[in-house]
C-alpha cells in the first residue's frame, strides 16, 4: 500500500496544534494563513497584495523558514510535482507557530514597532496566547528530515530562513475601528473546544480527548501571578473540577469521582516545577476517561445503578440477591432477571467479582494473611475465596502472591 509521505507530516503539526494551508495556483485562498490577524487589525486588509508578490518570489526545492513582522513563524514548501497533484495544490503554509511564549517586553517592542493602537492590543495579546509553541527538541534536524521525506534525497532541496520585510509604513495604516474583535473570536473557541473536550472526557473517549487538549492547551491563559509554578497549578485545579463534572454527568458516583478529584489535587499540590506539572493534563484525560469506562452507570436503570452501587461501597458486607430485593423493595426474580439482562453478568457473579478484585490489591499491597483479605473482601469461608479466586485467575491466592513475591 503506498502511503503519501506528506499526509505523516501534517499529521504530525496537526498533533503539536499546528495549523496548515494549501495554496491553489491562483493564490487566492491566502486569507487564513495569519489566523486573521491582519484582517481583524487592518482596515481594507488585502491577503492577496500582501502575501502574493512573497511566494511568488520563492523557489521550488527549497523549505523556507519565514518570519513575519509580527514575529510569527510559517513554513512553506513548493511541493514535488506528484504531491502536487495528489494535493491538487502547488503551495503548502504551516503555521503560525513560535519557538517560545511572547514575553512582556517583546509584546511591547512589537507594538511600538508597528505602531498599534493601544486599543487593538488586547486583540494581539489573545492572537498571541493561542498560537502554538513549537515542542521539537531539534527544528532543524526534524526540517531535513521532512525535506527529504517530501523530496527524496537531501541533495534535492535546500533550507532557507527568510524574515518578511517591513514593506509598509506602519504609519499610514489605518486600523479597523472593530476593537476586541479578534480577541471575541479567539475566546469563543477556546470555549467551543472546551466544551468539545469536556464532553469527550464525559463519554470516556481517551483518544478524542487528549486530542481536543491538544488543541485546549494552544490557547494560552493570561498569567494572574508573577509565579509560573503556581499559575499552572492554580489552571489544573480548574481543570480537574471541570473534568469531575463532566464525568459526574455520565452517571458516575460522587464517592469515585471524590476520590480521584482528591488524588489529583494532592498530586499538583506536590508538585514543585512547572515541568512536572506540564505533564499532569494527559495524565488527567486518560484516569478520568479511565472512570467513566469503569463506573459510569449511564446505560442501567435506577434499580441497577442503586445496585451496583451498594455492591460497589458495601462488597465487605454479606450480601444476597434476597438482601438486595429487600433493600430497593422488589422481588428476588425481578432483581436478578433486570440485573443480567442490563450487566450481562449474574448478580452474584458480580458480587464475586468485585470481591476479588479488591482482594488483588491487598494481595499486591499488604502483608495480610489469605484469611485476614477473605474476611475483609467478604468472604466468610477461606476455602470459598480460594476457590473463587481461582475460577477468575487460574491459580490460588497464595500462589497468585508467591509469584507476585518472585518478581519483586
Same mark, same amino acid.
Given at each position: ?14 498533533? +503539536? ?10 493564490y ?8 486573521g490577524?491582519r ?15 512573497? $511566494? ?7 523549505i ?5 513582522? $509580527? ?13 502536487a497533484?495528489?494535493?491538487?495544490? @502547488?503551495?503548502?503554509i ?22 498599534? @493602537? ?29 525535506g ?24 499610514q495604516?489605518h ?26 472526557? +464525559? ?7 487528549l486530542?481536543?487538549?491538544? !488543541? ?13 509554578? =503556581?499559575?499552572e497549578?492554580?489552571?489544573?485545579f480548574?481543570?480537574?473540577t ?5 464525568v ?24 514543585t ?48 440477591l ?29 458480587i464475586? !467479582? ?15 494473611s ?6 475483609q473482601?467478604? $468472604? ?6 480460594? =476457590? ?15 509469584s507476585?513475591q518472585?518478581? !519483586?
Amino acid at each position: 500500500m503506498n502511503i503519501d509521505p506528506l499526509s505523516f507530516f501534517i499529521e504530525m503539526f496537526h498533533q +503539536q496544534g499546528i495549523s496548515h494551508f494549501f495554496i491553489d495556483q491562483d493564490y487566492t485562498n491566502l486569507d487564513k494563513i495569519d489566523g486573521g490577524l491582519r484582517q481583524h487589525l487592518f482596515l481594507d486588509f488585502d491577503p492577496k497584495v500582501y502575501f502574493d508578490p512573497i $511566494f511568488k518570489q520563492y523557489r521550488p526545492q527549497t523549505i523556507y523558514q519565514i518570519k513575519d513582522d $509580527f514575529q510569527i513563524h510559517y513554513l512553506c514548501v513548493y511541493l514535488p510535482e506528484s504531491l502536487a497533484k495528489t494535493w491538487d495544490a @502547488p503551495l503548502l503554509i504551516v503555521g503560525p507557530y513560535r519557538f517560545s511564549p511572547v514575553s512582556r517586553l517583546t509584546f511591547f517592542e512589537i507594538t511600538q514597532k508597528l505602531q498599534i @493602537p493601544e486599543e487593538h492590543h488586547l486583540d494581539l495579546l489573545e492572537y498571541y496566547n493561542h498560537i502554538p509553541i513549537i515542542a521539537f527538541h531539534n527544528w532543524e534536524n526534524f526540517l531535513l528530515f521532512f525535506g527529504k521525506t517530501i523530496f527524496g534525497d537531501e541533495t534535492k532541496f535546500q533550507l532557507e530562513f527568510v524574515q518578511i520585510p517591513l514593506e509598509k509604513d506602519f504609519g499610514q495604516i489605518h486600523y479597523s475601528s472593530n476593537e476586541s474583535a479578534l480577541a471575541m473570536s479567539i475566546i469563543t473557541e477556546r470555549y467551543e473546544i472546551e466544551e468539545q473536550l469536556m464532553s469527550a472526557v +464525559q463519554y470516556g473517549d481517551t483518544n478524542k480527548a487528549l486530542e481536543l487538549h491538544g !488543541k485546549f492547551s494552544n490557547y494560552k491563559i493570561a498569567p494572574r501571578t508573577s509565579d509560573p509554578v =503556581r499559575n499552572e497549578k492554580n489552571l489544573l485545579f480548574v481543570l480537574n473540577t471541570l473534568f469531575r463534572k463532566a464525568v459526574q454527568k455520565n452517571f458516575v458516583h460522587p464517592y469515585h469521582i471524590d476520590a480521584l478529584s482528591r488524588r489529583i489535587a494532592i498530586q499538583i499540590e506536590e508538585c514543585t516545577r512547572v515541568e512536572e506539572l506540564y505533564r499532569l493534563p494527559k495524565e488527567m484525560v486518560h484516569r478520568y476517561c479511565n472512570l467513566v469506562k469503569n463506573y459510569s452507570l449511564r446505560n442501567y436503570s435506577s434499580l441497577i445503578q442503586k445496585t451496583v452501587n451498594h455492591i460497589d461501597f458495601y462488597y465487605a458486607q454479606p450480601i444476597s440477591l434476597k438482601s438486595l430485593a429487600e433493600e430497593f423493595c422488589v422481588s428476588p426474580s425481578y432483581l436478578s432477571g433486570l440485573f443480567r439482562k442490563e450487566v450481562g453478568v449474574t448478580l452474584t457473579d458480580y458480587i464475586h !467479582k468485585i470481591r476479588i478484585n479488591r482482594s488483588l490489591v491487598l494481595l499486591n499491597t499488604s502483608a495480610l494473611s489469605i484469611q485476614e483479605i477473605a474476611e475483609q473482601v467478604g $468472604f466468610l469461608d477461606v476455602n470459598y475465596f480460594a =476457590r473463587t479466586f481461582k475460577k477468575y485467575h487460574g491459580i490460588s491466592p497464595k500462589k497468585y502472591r508467591d509469584s507476585i513475591q518472585q518478581h !519483586k
